[in-house]
């Protein structure tokens, strides 16, 4: 299957500072995917290449075959600002009436898409008078006019409340469902982690990890936590047989390799009739992305 | 295209409106034509003409100031607004070319700059009118000057429009236009008479002055509508050098410059990240 979106060796420096570094990625039709890295690490500045609103300086972008703000490109993806801002004396309803008449579609529909965010009932006040989530609202709203092939989509999520973020991401099951591939940025590693299929990690400007959280799970390799409790008088029993636990609270903390996790259970196992109770914890989600983009410096 | 123009134009409209600049352009122009036209009313008779060809006289004078006041007042906005406010990376992202926005702003702006001189002009006429039937026979000036009062406009919203997108910030665009104002009405004419004086009648006056007249659209708005009216150019103390110049000479210069601010205005926004 071809690519929606592939990007190779893309370079941006600004002065001094180096936005990108050799990035590259592909993003295929109706595939989800999540980008992820520190303030400043650059997400903003590669979505804002792809649409050919800051020119790279070196390295090649493709979209659907076109070049990035080519009018080809233009027509077939969706953007989504940090911090969406629209001029304060419009309404939602004519703000989305000019967007669909710049892509050439009837605005009679525009209302219907309004409802579909949520703004049915405000489309016809001005959006100075909105909140931020409502504001962002217009913003996912012009986001999903017409069909786009690609939708890039940054923080699509902040400022929404967590039952707007839930039909949010529904809404763009149903947009990859239909084959659009969609490239979002976010700080919200749990939301995304379950509602993006792979996650692109910058930091610093470069590209360090991309893949399905599984995948991102085993490349990091981090130790896997236990916490056992004793039964009463068998804790000095327990810390012998397990070199390298230690106490905190009451509770024995030890942890292992992934790869010795069995072995570990093993020899935990042979000691039953002395622990009261066992709980493995595997490495957060939030230990696995600053594992990841700690790596380079930062 | 056309449907992407009047897309962005509608938008304008509905901005405008919101923001009162339709209320008040319409009032500073019907407000200044009525002052102009009762404060004009008083020569009558005195050099033969009927009252709203001395109306129109007046006008012309007050419109050299005033059409590029309001066209300057509207279109500094127009794109360092947009930066500004943050709204331009996303409309860039659209299939529309950067001409077509601004296209579409100026088909706006240009509407409402109308509706404003009509609603002046027209005013003053109906008073002029209403006191002397006589008066019908200026209605030919007042149109002459009506279409080239908005093709002055137009030539100033050019102009606004390319110090709005050289600016890219709002307090920046509204110190260049009004500059450009100062200088292109106020202190271009004072710097010409300065040295039309101090030339007595040399080559500068005979030579340089005539171009030095056309190549600025708010004096050429001026020859060309008072050398139109032979029986007030006499009066008016430009006259003698406006008869001079030949009227299809002012007449091109108006129609030329609000092609070129336009181009220019294309220019300075094309280049440049949003
Ligand atoms: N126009 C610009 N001029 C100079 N430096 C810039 C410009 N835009 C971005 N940068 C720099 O490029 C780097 C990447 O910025 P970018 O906005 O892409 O970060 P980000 O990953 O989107 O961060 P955040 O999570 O805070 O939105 C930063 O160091 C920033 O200061
Ligand atoms: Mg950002």
């Known amino acids: 299957m071809t690519s929606t979106l592939t990007i190779s060796r893309l370079t941006k420096a600004f002065g001094g500072v180096k936005a990108l570094s050799d990035v590259s990625l592909a993003v295929a039709p ?5 980008l992820l890295g520190h303030n400043g690490a650059g997400k903003s500045t590669l979505m804002k290449v792809i649409l050919g609103l800051i020119a790279p300086d070196g390295g ?5 075959g076109a070049a990035p703000g080519s009018a080809q490109a233009r027509a077939q993806v969706a953007y989504l600002p940090e911090n969406a801002a ?5 309404t939602g309803l004519e703000q989305i009436t000019q967007y669909m008449r710049l892509r050439n579609l009837n605005p009679s529909g525009a209302m219907e898409l309004l409802g579909r965010v949520g703004l049915a009932g405000a489309a016809k006040r001005r959006i100075g008078t909105y909140s931020k989530g409502m504001r962002q609202r217009v913003g996912l709203a012009q986001a999903l006019i017409g069909q786009p092939r690609l939708l890039v989509l940054d923080e699509p999520t902040s400022g929404l409340d967590p039952v707007s973020r839930r039909d949010f991401y529904e809404l763009l099951d149903g947009l990859a469902a239909d084959g659009a591939a969609i490239l979002l940025s976010s700080h919200a590693l749990t939301e995304v982690e379950a509602r993006t299929d792979r996650l692109l990690i910058l930091s610093g400007g470069r590209m360090v990890a991309q893949g399905t959280l599984p995948d991102l799970r085993r490349e990091a390799a981090l130790p896997v936590a236990m916490h056992l409790s004793a039964i009463n008088g068998y804790e ?4 012998a047989a397990l070199p390298g636990a230690i106490r905190v609270n009451g509770v024995l903390h030890l942890t292992c390799a992934q790869d010795e996790k069995l072995t570990t259970l093993a020899r935990i196992s042979a000691l039953t009739d002395k622990i009261a109770d066992l709980d493995v914890i595997p490495p957060s989600l939030e230990d696995i992305y600053s594992h990841f983009s700690r790596r380079d410096g930062q | 295209m056309i449907a992407r123009i009047l897309a962005t134009a509608t938008t304008e409209i509905h901005i405008a409106r919101r923001n009162r600049w339709v209320l008040i352009a319409v009032l500073l122009m019907v407000a200044f034509s009525l002052v102009l036209s009762a404060a004009g009313s008083a020569p009558t008779g005195v050099l033969g003409a009927d009252r709203l060809s001395v109306v129109v006289a007046s006008l012309t004078s007050l419109s050299v100031y005033l059409v590029p006041l309001v066209a300057l007042l509207m279109s500094f906005d127009a794109v360092a607004g947009e930066v500004e406010r943050g709204t331009l990376p996303l409309l860039l992202t659209y299939p529309v070319a950067r001409w077509e926005i601004l296209a579409g702003k100026l088909v706006a702006h240009t509407a409402i700059l109308i509706v404003a001189i009509v609603a002046g002009y027209g005013a003053a006429a109906v008073v002029a009118i209403a006191a002397d039937p006589a008066a019908l026979a200026g209605l030919g000036a007042l149109w002459r000057l009506t279409w080239t009062s908005v093709l002055l406009g137009a030539a100033f919203l050019g102009f606004g429009y390319a110090l709005s997108s050289l600016a890219r910030r709002v307090s920046g665009a509204a110190g260049l236009a009004i500059g450009l104002w100062l200088g292109m009405v106020v202190l271009y004419d004072l710097g010409l008479l300065a040295a039309v004086v101090a030339d007595n009648g040399g ?9 030095a007249l056309l190549a600025n659209p708010a004096d050429a708005f001026r020859l060309f509508n008072l050398t139109a009216a032979h029986a007030t150019a006499a009066a008016s103390g430009i006259g003698g050098a406006a008869n001079a110049i030949p009227q299809w000479q002012s007449l091109a210069s108006i129609v030329i410059w609000p092609l070129v601010s336009l181009v220019l205005a294309a220019m300075a926004f094309r280049k440049g990240e949003p």
Request: charged share 20%.
């Open chain 1, 30 to 34: 109706g595939e989800r995917v999540a």
């Open chain 1, 60 to 64: 090649e972008i493709s979209i659907c």
């Open chain 1, 86 to 90: 629209f001029h304060p004396a419009l």
């Open chain 1, 236 to 239: 000095g029993d327990i810390l």
């Open chain 2, 203 to 211: 080559l500068f006056t005979t030579r340089i002055f005539p171009v």
